[in-house]
């Protein structure tokens, strides 16, 4: 699963900076993340949106890879499926680009991942998927481990390993979690993009692979992937045996 900032994400405009004392490099980290010159948009974020919102949640392989469009029944997204929840995911799961439709973006995440989860009860559908993702209910968690670790927007630098650890020890039970980066093309700076933690297919924390180990991405059937409404910088596919949640930070 991964979660994006924003303000699941609230809006902060001082920067948290991370800096990394793994060499090389150093590595420095900003709270304004999401929307930094990753896609040709502007950026747009909704009033009720909390400090973390919800990516996706992505069935994957041991060795990293994912399997992607794949042929499930019913495959294509049906708006009308998930009306008892839109309020919910209208919060929690935005599109933060005023180009593109929250709907675009939940058919994106539903087709091209939804559809490769579906063998599991709590995915098999597409109400379901939605609904299990809003349910795991991690949006919180981040921003309060943040806020134990004393990890606040401020211009000095925190360290990677501080941030790391604090999500280890609140979010993931002590498992390995991701961190993904993006750069401002015109500062320069690296940002916060999002944290993705992994999860098995009862759903509790398992470690995520290293970046080392991780593979492409698998197409299924020869489905092209569609512009999506994200794109994550640099790319990297993570995950472990199962279901890789991803949540975003809002700036």
Partial sequence: MRILPGPDSSTAHRPVAVKSTAKPPDTAIHQQAVCCKCVPDSCEIPTDTPDWSIHGLWPNY????????????????????????????????????????????????????????????????????????????????????????????????????????????????????????????????????????????????IDCPHSKDLQPAVYIQGHPPPLPSFKVFPLLFLSSDSLNFRFMRRL
């Avoid at 890879?65 to 309020?87: A, N």
């Avoid at 439709?101 to 559809?115: D, I, M, P, Y």
């Avoid at 790391?164 to 979010?171: F, M």
């Fill in 62 to 205: 041991k060795n990293g890879s994912y399997p992607q469009f794949c042929d499930g029944v019913p495959r294509k997204f049906d708006v009308s499926l998930i009306k008892t929840i839109e309020v919910t995911l209208r919060r929690m799961w935005p599109n933060l680009y005023p180009t593109k439709t929250a709907e675009s973006f939940w058919k994106h995440e539903w087709e091209k991942h939804g559809t490769c989860a579906q063998n599991l009860g709590n995915l098999s559908s597409e109400l379901l998927y939605f609904k299990t993702c809003v349910n795991l209910k991690r949006l919180d968690i981040i921003e309060a481990a943040f806020y134990v670790a004393e990890i606040v927007p401020r211009t000095e630098p925190h360290l990677l390993e501080d941030i790391r650890g604090a999500l280890k020890k609140e979010l993931s039970n002590g498992m390995h979690v991701q961190i993904n980066c993006l750069t401002d093309k015109k500062t320069r700076q690296i940002l916060l993009g999002d944290v993705r933690m992994c999860i098995d297919k009862s759903f509790r924390p």
